[in-house]
C-alpha cells in the first residue's frame, strides 16, 4: 500500500476534529465539518482579500509531466506554471489536458497539486476538471480519448441507443474513474440540440432531438453528480452550451472569427433550452455559455443584444438567473478576454460582438452579464484593479466566490482533496469497466442498409479484405488476405467526411465544413464492391452524404466511436446491434445548405430519418 498524503487535522476544544485549514490550530466556522457547505463557504469569502478572491473567479489550463510531478513554468497551451497560479495568483480551478500515462501517476500528480495548494493562507483545495475523455475523439478544444480510461461511444452513440440507463451507467464508471485520479469537475454534459448538421461540435452532443437530449441529460446528471447536493463521490459537471449552441450560421463554429454568429431562422429559440430546463431541475452545478452572438433575436418583443452569449446580459441574468431561477455557477467557455498563441497558431480572443472592447472592460461587462467565473483565463490582476477603480463592487464578486466555494465543500475537498495511487490503479480501466464500454460501443451500432441480409456475419469460413480495421480482430471472421480480388467479403471503415483546416490554433482538431466524402473514396468503393460483398461502416460524429455509399454498399452500417473489436462484436451479433439514428441523414449538401439551422430534422426527403436503424437479425 503506497502512502497517501495526509491532511493536518486538530481537535477542537469540543473534541471535533477538523482540517486546520488556517494553520492555526483554532477551528474556524469554515472548518467546522459539522456546519452546512453555504455557511462555510460565506465565513471563508468574509476572510479572503481582494487578490485572493479575484483568484477564484478563474478556471485556468494547466499543463502536467508524464512522471506525475508538477511541472514548471508555462507549457503546450497553459501560460504559468501550477506553483504560480495556485499560490501567487489564487487560482484553485486548473483545466487538465493530457494526464499523466497511467492512473497511478495520474493520481501522484493529483496529490502533489493538492499538496501545493495546502501551502496557501487558507489551504483551499484545487477542484481540477477534464474536458470529456472516455472516447475516441482526440480534440484539445474539446474532448480526449480514454487512454487508460474505459473506452466507451461518444455521446452521439449513447443517444443512438436511446436507453438512459446505459447513460447512467458510463456517467457512474466515469464519476468513479475520475475521482480515483482526482479530477472532481467535468466540463460536460453537452446538452446543445444538434440542429445544424455541418456543426463541428456535434460529436459530443445527443443529437438535435429536445425531448431526448433532455432525457439523457437527467440519466447522465444522474451518474456523474449522484444527487442535485454533491457529495464527496461526486463529479460536479458544468452543462454547456447556454443556451444551446447547436444553431450556427452555416455550421461554423464560434470557437473561430468566422463562426460568431447564432441564428434563429425557424424561430426555435425556446426548443433550444428545453435541455437545460431539464439539467437545471437535476441540480446541475454549473453552466456554460457558448461563444456563439444571437443575431436578429428577438424574444417576448426585446431585441437581444448580438454580444457573445457571455457577455449578454439578458441571456444569463434575464433568462437564465431570474427566468428559470437558476442559482449555480455560471462559468464562461474558454478564452474570452485574451488572444491566444498556441501550438505556433494564433486565436483571437472570443469576444464576438466586444471586439472594440479593451480586456477590463470586457471583464467587466461579462461580470454585469452574471458570470461567476472565465475559463481559459489567467489574469486576476485585471478583477482586482477593476474593483479598485469602481467598476465592479466588491460584493459582485463575493456573490461569486461563495457560490464557487460552496461546490468544493459540497465535494469535500476541504476535508479531504488527496486519492489513493493504490485504488486508482485498481478503479481506472477495471475489467467490467471496460467490457460495459465495449458492450456499448458495439450495442450502439447502427444497420442503416442491409438488403441481402448479410447480416449477422457467423462462422469463419470466409477470405475478408478489410480497410480502417485492425486485422487481428477481423481475423475473428475469417483468413484476412492481403488483396480485394482474393477476399470473399470486403469491410471498409470509414472516417467522417470534413473539410481540413489548419491556420488558426484549434481549427486542425474540428471537423468541419462539408459533409461530402470525396469523390475518389466513392470510386474506390465501387472498385472493392467489384470483387466481393461490400459492408461499409460509416463513423457519424456528423451526419454525412452517405446517398453515394449506399448505392454501393451491400451493407451499410454506423458507429460513433467504436473500436475493431466492438464492430466485429456487432457484425457478428456477439453484441447484437441496437442503435438508431440521432438525427437524420441528409440526401445532400443542396439539402443542408436550405435547412433552417435552429430547427431539428429540417432538411427535405432525407436519405435516412432520424431514430432509424434495421437492428440485429435473428
Given at each position: ?136 475523439a482526440e480534440n484539445d478544444g474539446a474532448a480526449f480519448s480514454a487512454g487508460a480510461m474505459s473506452a466507451w461511444p461518444e455521446p452521439l452513440g449513447l443517444s443512438a441507443l436511446d436507453d438512459p440507463e446505459e447513460v447512467r451507467r458510463f456517467a457512474d464508471v466515469a464519476r468513479r474513474e475520475y475521482r480515483a485520479v482526482g479530477l472532481h469537475a ?307 471503415r470509414l472516417e467522417e467526411p470534413f473539410e481540413p483546416r489548419a491556420d488558426l490554433f484549434l481549427e486542425p482538431f474540428f471537423h468541419q465544413g462539408s459533409l461530402e466524402y470525396r469523390p475518389g473514396l466513392v470510386s474506390r468503393l465501387r472498385i472493392l464492391a467489384a470483387h466481393a460483398p461490400l459492408v461499409v461502416d460509416a463513423t457519424l460524429l ?45 440526401a445532400s449538401m443542396d439539402a443542408v445548405r436550405a435547412g433552417l439551422a435552429d430547427v431539428p430534422g429540417g432538411t427535405t426527403d432525407p436519405l435516412f430519418p432520424v431514430r432509424h436503424g434495421l437492428g440485429a437479425r435473428d
Open positions: 500500500m503506497t502512502a497517501r498524503p495526509t491532511p493536518a487535522t486538530a481537535v477542537a476544544a469540543d473534541g471535533t476534529i477538523f482540517r486546520d485549514l488556517d494553520h492555526d490550530g483554532v477551528m474556524a466556522p469554515f472548518e467546522d465539518p459539522r456546519l452546512g457547505a453555504a455557511e462555510r463557504a460565506a465565513d471563508l469569502a468574509g476572510r479572503l482579500t481582494l487578490e485572493e478572491k479575484a483568484g477564484l473567479l478563474f478556471h485556468a489550463i494547466v499543463e502536467t509531466s508524464p512522471d506525475g510531478t508538477l511541472a514548471e513554468g508555462g507549457g503546450r497551451i497553459a501560460e504559468r506554471g501550477i506553483r504560480e497560479m495556485v499560490l501567487e495568483q489564487g487560482i484553485v480551478h486548473v483545466n487538465v489536458h493530457a494526464l499523466p500515462p497511467t492512473a497511478r501517476l495520474a493520481a501522484r500528480w493529483a496529490n502533489a497539486v493538492q499538496a501545493l495548494a495546502a501551502e496557501g493562507r487558507f489551504s483551499i483545495p484545487v477542484t481540477i476538471s477534464t474536458d470529456p475523455r472516455h472516447s475516441f467535468a466540463l460536460h454534459p453537452q446538452i446543445d440540440l444538434a440542429t445544424e448538421p455541418r456543426w463541428g461540435r456535434q460529436f459530443h452532443t445527443f443529437g438535435p432531438d429536445a425531448e431526448r437530449v433532455s432525457r439523457m441529460a437527467e440519466a447522465y446528471l444522474d451518474g456523474f453528480q449522484i444527487g442535485p447536493e454533491l457529495g464527496p463521490e461526486s463529479v460536479a459537471c458544468m452543462a454547456k452550451h447556454f443556451p444551446g449552441g447547436g444553431p450556427q450560421l452555416d455550421g461554423e463554429d464560434p470557437h473561430f472569427p468566422y463562426g460568431r454568429e447564432q441564428v434563429y431562422p425557424g424561430g426555435q429559440f425556446e426548443l433550444h433550452l428545453e435541455p437545460f430546463r431539464a439539467a437545471i431541475a437535476r441540480g446541475v452545478s454549473a453552466l456554460m455559455p457558448y461563444y456563439g452572438m444571437p443575431v436578429g433575436l428577438v424574444r417576448n418583443g426585446e431585441a437581444i443584444e448580438e454580444v457573445g452569449f457571455g457577455f449578454n446580459r439578458q441571456v444569463l441574468t434575464g433568462i437564465l438567473r431570474e427566468e428559470l431561477g437558476y442559482e449555480g455557477v455560471i462559468c464562461t467557455d474558454w478564452g474570452l478576454l485574451t488572444d491566444t498563441v498556441a501550438m505556433g497558431l494564433p486565436l483571437p480572443a472570443r469576444a464576438w460582438g466586444v471586439e472594440h472592447l479593451d480586456l477590463p472592460s470586457r471583464a467587466q461587462k461579462a461580470l454585469e452579464a452574471g458570470v461567476d467565473q472565465f475559463g481559459g483565463e489567467q489574469c486576476p490582476e485585471v478583477i482586482a484593479e477593476l474593483v479598485r477603480a469602481g467598476r465592479v463592487a466588491e460584493e459582485r464578486l463575493d456573490a461569486s466566490v461563495r457560490r464557487l466555494l460552496e461546490v468544493k465543500f459540497r465535494l469535500g475537498l476541504f476535508e479531504d482533496p488527496f486519492v489513493d495511487e493504490d485504488a486508482a490503479e485498481q478503479v481506472v480501466g477495471r475489467e467490467d469497466f471496460v467490457a460495459a464500454g465495449r458492450a456499448a460501443q458495439a450495442a450502439s451500432t447502427t444497420v442503416l442498409a442491409d438488403p441481402q441480409g448479410l447480416l449477422p456475419l457467423e462462422g469463419t469460413d470466409r477470405r475478408v479484405f478489410v480497410v480502417g480495421l485492425d486485422a487481428d480482430e477481423a481475423a475473428r471472421l475469417g483468413e484476412v488476405v492481403d488483396r480485394p480480388e482474393d477476399a470473399d467479403l470486403v469491410i471498409v456528423r451526419p454525412a452524404i452517405l446517398a453515394p455509399v449506399a448505392e454501393v454498399a451491400t451493407t451499410l452500417v454506423a458507429t460513433y466511436g467504436s473500436g475493431s473489436a466492438a464492430l466485429i462484436d456487432a457484425l457478428t451479433g456477439a453484441v447484437p446491434p441496437r442503435g438508431t439514428l440521432p438525427f437524420e441523414i441528409p
